[in-house]
């Protein structure tokens, strides 16, 4: 699944910080999710990615944010969900022009509480 490596790069920045501060637990994370991110993906990978670390029980806490694409040949504009993506590429549904989305745009780190 693709949002397991931008989760990944998330827990090992967080997990680096914990280092640095030698936080052995963290009370809260505070995350901002995009439309193109599975919840269900993100929760899951989250919670496999942070056993044993100093991140396991912290809680999770998930802003949505919608992520729209506006398509450059045609200007169809719609709000990006998981389903319109095949990997990272969005085709258009009006004129079927093809666009690269970012996906790391769709992960965004808000604070971490101790
Ligand atoms: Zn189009």
Redesign the pocket.
């Known amino acids: 699944m693709h949002e397991y490596s931008i989760v990944q790069e998330l827990v090992e920045k967080l997990l680096a910080e914990c280092a640095v501060k030698k936080v052995t637990a963290v009370g809260e994370i505070q995350i901002r999710r995009g439309s193109t991110f599975a919840d269900e993906s993100l929760q899951q990978a989250f919670q496999i990615m942070t056993e044993n670390t100093p991140l396991e029980n912290a809680q999770l806490n998930i802003d949505d944010f919608d992520i729209e694409n506006k398509?450059r040949?045609?200007?169809?504009t719609q709000v990006l969900t998981p389903d319109d993506l095949i990997g990272n590429l969005y085709v258009?549904p009006?004129?079927?022009?093809a666009t690269e989305i970012d996906e790391r745009n769709g992960l965004q780190f808000i604070k971490m509480t101790f």
């Open positions: 398509c040949s045609c200007g169809y258009c009006e004129c079927g022009e």
